[in-house]
């Protein structure tokens, strides 16, 4: 793997100078070029050896392009605000919008390798990691992305010689290189486990450039053109889909009986049992929010269902028992300029609650699954895929110790109907109701087949759906928040069961 | 994810007895259509609760359809054979071919599984078996296969039920069922564990179905209705290749200079130390193939070189150290029809050694990435993933105990005319020159870009590439036979030292 990048590769000055000028010019021109298609974002992800030019090579590169369309992120100690949220987070909210260039320090690669090299775990869970970062590169990459990864790389001798040069030079000497670096079996963990994480992470998707660093006009120039290539690879490569699915997924359940049929619409409260237990429910979930438990938790609650199910009602009676510092309600419409520049996800994970914090979610990422295949704004590969990728996120948000509570608020169709009408005639609910909400209501059945595709690929252990009767307000909005203390109580005890065994 | 699963599916039999003639007559139908097209395997893996009806369904389908074209495989306890082997050369095997039908039971799902239930292992090493898990299926579906994935479900009162039927039922009573089902803690871990399973893989190119098995005419049905929506997928899907690669991968090096440059081409042995060496490296050979460590291990040699670069001489020098009971040379030319209706890995998996057995592979799996590479034998895509496949192909392998040792016999342009020209002339040497050695001398360097890549992208840790320096005969086959000794030697100690390790 790193074999032909310590063979002591060298391009004289002259070249380099002569080569310097060119190449400029066209990753200049590839960057702007790129800019203006904001079709593609590219991420470049810097990792390798302490010494082998680094950091020198992306100042340089900041220097060769336009730095204002270049982001450099470095990943190194978490923040405050990190270390609250799911780990992912951090990179997450630096993604490059389509159109600009990120180049991440410290990223991924350089957690897991860390970890690993100092003991804090074993290769299970750096394959973890490492699996769970190629997850990441694929989803990223089928939106569009293109990443580059370059791992800097210098031989165990070649090292050494540029740490003391390094150190004797007065340029640099205030570079102090981590202590650690300075021993060699350091050096050799580094090798063994980035070989590992090289190996397994290069696929054709997003490949590793391994480069020698010793000499620094080789090492600028190979970059420059690996960067420039990728450029124009993802400017010129014609936005066909890939279309290697062959299996038809999802079929309807042939007795036509779904989750959603067996669902007692009839159900119902008085108005005394409401008043009652809603108030119950609201002062749990007020006194389970301020539970110093809660310090570990966060909590995201999806609502999602029919229009006019009473998504916007059960959501106040749930915020009407909390602090409004404690929760913020995230209403999702259709994506906007800068969000449609990102990942579908990237807008969902910026809202994640850091510790302590809830969430609500007014609509959500279901909307791929649900909206977005139902009016073809998406590609059918790319609905199909985010079933996983929805899973493999809420798994993360789940480790992380965030509550992911999702609910479906159903009405039946003869119900959605009298509300519609009564919108249309109450004067103050008129804006509620809208053209858009009747044509939705002719797909009333694709929308069901959808729902039902959507809770059987979704409702995992670590956070299932919640299918609620919504023909009865009173009865929605009591089971919503019954289902949240339920699942806040039911996290706690875990909590206190696993915390318990550990003292053991 | 198993909800739906679980709310008493039906079918009643009139509707059964009407829609049974006519899906055998389609399933038939798509089956001889998929048998005449030969560009599909369609794997059917079949997992579940005990008791849902996996063996009823499997025969139910064996009778409607052709059972000439299907191949019932049960993976219950290994063979001695199979335990001479890494864990999946016993699927690899059992492959359906191009056109054909095979049905899985007790297939990866099962063994991690058990694994996981039985406390084997924990939730790390679990999911390190599902990526291994999701790469070969994405593998088997990039090489054209369709994979249809079946979980049978019943929820634990189901499973009670069930199984007591089972028992009191004359004609079943024969089928004891695993004791360990009657417990319901195994239910509980054998939902929740597979459930990680399913969600982790249940991925766009091969999703879970899961089907719930209560009701004999529901569940016959539903698995019928979408193995005929699969064949009929297999059978219509465009052959398009998928094309979403925007990284131009590979670049060479900008000062010219490869691995191969830097190799000493003057290197030789004169004949005297040669004939000592040579004895002494193949004393050792046979020593060390003898040792009773080797045992635990297996070996295979990977020649690949330029042509006339003398691998025919050097196999002929390791082979004659050894008892022919001991190895076995496979000579790799183009596929047979056998082999390309497999993906391309099959017939290397189907080569692989015995614990305690020595294969010599005369060119090797490397063909992808060499001639077809170059000769266009495969698209873009297909060369470009198979470096990360390999890469896993051989890590198996390692991780098997299996020790891969790979050579690169690498002459001169100007040598390989000499020994062209000497072998037209030289009459017993005549049929060991083609007009095709003569094309390929042409694509010089290509195949040395191709080779770059290749040692760049598949020289690991578990399986480094060696160059071998063969403009003299002598040299090179001292050279192969004295790694290939360290190489036995390496892993004997590593594992002498785990040993040890583990036993204080």
Redesign the interface.
């Known amino acids: ?1 790193f ?2 990048a310590e ?1 002591g ?3 004289d000055k002259e070249t380099y100078d002569n080569e310097v000028p060119a190449l400029r010019e066209a990753l200049l021109e590839a960057q702007y070029e790129l800019h203006q298609q904001k079709r ?1 974002a590219v991420i470049v992800l810097i990792n390798g050896i302490e010494g082998a030019g680094k950091g020198e090579t992306v100042k340089l590169l900041s220097e060769w392009m336009d730095p204002r369309l270049i982001e450099v992120r470095t990943f190194d100690t978490q923040t405050d605000e990190e270390l609250a949220h799911p780990p992912a987070w951090r990179y997450w909210r630096q993604l490059p919008a389509k159109g600009r260039m990120g180049v991440f320090f410290g990223n991924w690669y350089s957690q897991m390798l860390q970890g690993r090299v100092h003991g804090q775990f ?1 290769n ?2 750096l ?2 990691a490492i ?1 769970g970062a190629e997850r990441l590169e694929k989803l990223l ?2 939106e569009g992305a ?3 990864k370059f791992w800097f790389h210098l031989s165990k001798k070649q090292m050494k010689a540029r740490l003391k040069a390094l150190k004797d030079d007065p340029l640099h000497s205030w570079r102090i290189s981590p202590l650690d670096w300075q021993q060699s079996e350091t050096y050799d963990k580094v090798v ?1 486990f980035g ?2 994480m090289i ?2 992470t ?6 590793w ?2 480069v020698e660093g010793v000499d620094p006009y ?1 090492r600028s ?2 970059v420059g ?2 960067l420039l ?2 450029l ?3 400017i010129n ?2 936005k ?12 309807d ?3 036509g ?3 959603l ?2 669902l007692d619409m009839t159900l119902r409260l008085d108005k005394d049992d409401y008043e009652e237990q809603l108030i119950t429910e609201q002062a749990r979930l007020s006194g389970l929010m301020r539970d110093k438990r809660m310090r570990r938790h966060a909590l995201v609650a999806v609502f999602e269902g029919n229009d006019a199910a009473g998504k916007g009602g059960s959501i106040r009676r749930v915020a009407a028992a909390l602090d409004p510092r404690q929760y913020s309600i995230v209403p999702i419409a259709a994506p906007s300029e800068d969000e449609r520049a990102q990942p579908y996800l990237w807008r969902f994970w910026r809202q994640i609650p850091a510790r302590g914090k809830f969430t609500i979610f007014d609509r959500s990422w279901y909307g791929r699954v649900l909206v977005e295949r139902i009016e073809g704004f998406c590609a059918q ?1 790319d609905w ?2 985010a ?2 990728e929805i ?2 996120f809420e ?1 993360q948000l789940h480790n992380a110790g965030v509550i992911v509570v999702k609910f479906w608020l159903a009405i039946d169709k003869d119900t959605q109907l009298e509300r519609f009408q009564a919108r249309e005639t109450i004067p103050f609910k008129r804006f509620k109701i809208t053209e858009e909400d009747w044509r939705n209501r002719e797909k009333w059945d694709e929308y069901r087949a959808a729902v ?1 595709d959507m ?3 979704t ?4 956070s ?2 919640t299918l609620v009767e919504a023909n009865d307000k009173r009865w929605a909005r009591v089971k919503v928040l019954r289902t949240l203390n339920d699942a806040l109580q039911a996290a706690f005890e875990k909590r206190d069961r696993h915390d318990k065994k550990h003292k053991k």
Chains 1, 2 share one sequence.
């Open positions: 793997m074999e032909s063979i590769h060298v391009i593609s074993k299970a869970v394959d973890q699996n990459c089928n293109v990443i580059l063994h070989e590992r190996r397994r290069s696929r054709d998707f997003a490949p450039n391994i080789y120039l190979t053109k690996i290539e990728g124009q690879a993802a490569t014609p066909v889909k890939p279309h290697s699915i062959t299996v038809p997924p999802l079929p359940p042939i007795d009986k779904s989750l049929d067996c590969q199909l895929r079933y996983g899973n493999d798994e039902c809770v059987d690929r409702s995992t252990e670590v299932p759906w």
